[in-house]
């Protein structure tokens, strides 16, 4: 687990409380990072390292997990050339060094973990009504990528099962389908707005896991890459529509790549054909803000010899759900498409500008 110093923290705020916001036009980061900086300041934060031991004790379960799936994805993909035990260097957000001879627990020990805050992070770029489904690509192409969830109740340390965690990013080129905006892509491109891409939902076992299959995110000015989650409490599956129906969401968070991991990816195509500028992690407030009190950055394998052939990665992440927060969605997907909710899915700064 990483910890930036407070004074690190003060020093990244600084900067973007100085500069203005280009990243999710109408989206006040600066806004967002002071909502942050107050809500770990408060008594109601709780990391997990209370947690640590409970964790530990779970492990051989969980490397025995990681090293099936990663053999799976293999065989699933062709992937013949190398086994497991030839796994090459993988960069952990600790900057453990991984070689062809580290053993299992070496590996797959890596346990990153994130806490979901309370409080309304979800940007400009929420689309509410997504499907429960743990593919999410819709066809588009971009680095394979499949990523594990364990969901832990930061109150009791134990895994959390039946959760909805919603997970939704950009395309290769810094594109988020389901939104028409300024700054978007084509904001001339009315159809975006029925765009599902890189949106979906999935429940959590038994084990507090769930799994989802997408490609590696692209990244958009002015906000390093990530994917953003969120946890649905208490909701179930509108069978009908594959949809969420009931419950209350409790916590949205975001997660990052180590940056070796993000250069990688954005030496190929479609990534290379990026126009938009790319911010470092070690830029981005809100990742500042996120790795001082925890590690939200996704552990990662790489599936055959280059980024292009695939990945597979995983992160715990920690919520409270008895917490209840209300984000707004920018807009509301249903069985007639996108609609656009007025006054909605700013997150701090407003809702994002019409197209």
């Avoid at 025995?64 to 053999?71: F, G």
């Avoid at 810094?174 to 700054?183: D, K, Q, R, W």
Wanted: hydrophobic share 35%.
């Amino acid at each position: 687990m990483v910890y930036f110093a407070p004074s690190f923290i003060a020093l990244a705020a600084s900067v973007f409380f100085s500069a203005p916001a280009v990243a999710h036009p109408g989206h006040d980061i600066a806004e967002e990072i002071a909502e942050r900086a107050a809500y770990l300041a408060s008594d109601s934060y709780t990391d997990l390292a209370h947690c640590a031991e409970t964790l530990k004790s779970r492990q051989a379960d969980l490397i025995s997990r990681r090293k099936a799936m990663v053999q799976h994805l293999r065989t699933k993909r062709g992937i013949v050339k190398r086994d497991f035990e030839d796994v090459l260097n993988t960069d952990h957000h600790s900057n453990a060094s991984v070689t062809p001879d580290s053993p299992d627990d070496v590996v797959f020990a890596g346990n990153a973990s994130c806490i979901l805050q309370p409080e309304t992070t979800e940007g400009p770029y929420w689309v509410s009504g997504e499907y429960v489904r743990q593919d999410i690509t819709d066809g588009n192409p971009g680095v394979p990528l499949t990523f594990d969830i364990q969901v832990i109740d930061t109150t009791t340390c134990e895994p959390i099962p039946q959760v909805a965690v919603e997970a939704w990013h950009c395309n290769s080129t810094g594109v988020y389908g389901g939104v028409v905006a300024g700054g978007n892509g084509n904001s001339a491109d009315a159809s975006n707005i029925n765009n599902t891409m890189f949106r979906g939902i999935q429940f959590s076992n038994e084990n507090g896991i769930l799994q989802f299959d997408t490609t590696f995110p692209g990244h958009y000015s002015g906000r390093t890459t990530h994917i953003h989650v969120l946890a649905h409490i208490d909701s179930t599956i509108n069978e009908q529509n594959q949809t969420l129906t009931g419950g209350h969401i409790s916590h949205v968070g975001q997660l990052f790549f180590d940056q070796k991991l993000i250069t990688d990816a954005e030496s190929v195509e479609p990534y290379a054909s990026n126009t938009q500028s790319l911010m470092l992690n070690a830029n981005d407030g809100i990742f500042a803000q996120e790795a001082a009190t925890s590690d939200p950055v996704l552990n990662y394998v790489y599936l055959g010899d280059s980024v292009d052939e695939g990945l597979f990665a995983w992160v715990t992440v920690g919520i409270d759900p008895n917490a209840v927060t209300e984000p707004h969605a920018a807009v509301s997907f249903g069985e007639n498409g996108g609609v656009v909710n007025p006054g909605g899915g700013g997150g701090p700064g407003g809702p994002p500008p019409s197209g």
